[in-house]
């Protein structure tokens, strides 16, 4: 099974913008779909995105318009564009295969929306 490293989390004030990544330890090209996944405090984890392998994106309701997924089969990454950013945004960030592998699971990057 892939092994999937974030990056790009941080602090940023509310209508700001952050980029993630996800480094794969391996080729992505043959898995048909990548998700960004986030858990909220006291949440449980669920699916915000996915990509496939054909390009086909996919949101959930509440980042639609806002948040962007792309991969790079190459460089075997995942990124998501994250822009005008909300409090409610704020959470731990992963990535993963969809459906998910449950080995897969990295660290997540934390993302905290705040004035």
């Known amino acids: 099974q892939v092994q999937l490293v974030e990056s790009g989390g941080g602090l940023v004030q509310p209508g700001g913008s952050l980029r993630l990544s996800c480094a794969a330890s391996g080729s992505i090209s043959d898995i048909y779909a990548m998700g960004w996944y986030r858990q909220g405090p006291g949440k449980q984890r669920f699916l915000i995105a996915r990509i496939t392998n054909r390009g086909s994106t996919t949101y959930v309701d509440s980042v639609k318009g806002r948040f962007t997924i792309s991969r790079d089969n190459a460089k075997n990454t995942v990124v998501l564009q994250m822009n005008s950013l909300k409090p409610e945004d704020t959470a731990v960030y992963y990535c993963?295969?969809?459906?998910?592998?449950?080995?897969?699971w990295g660290q997540g990057t934390q993302v905290t929306v705040s004035s």
């Open positions: 993963n295969t969809w459906p998910p592998q449950g080995d897969s």
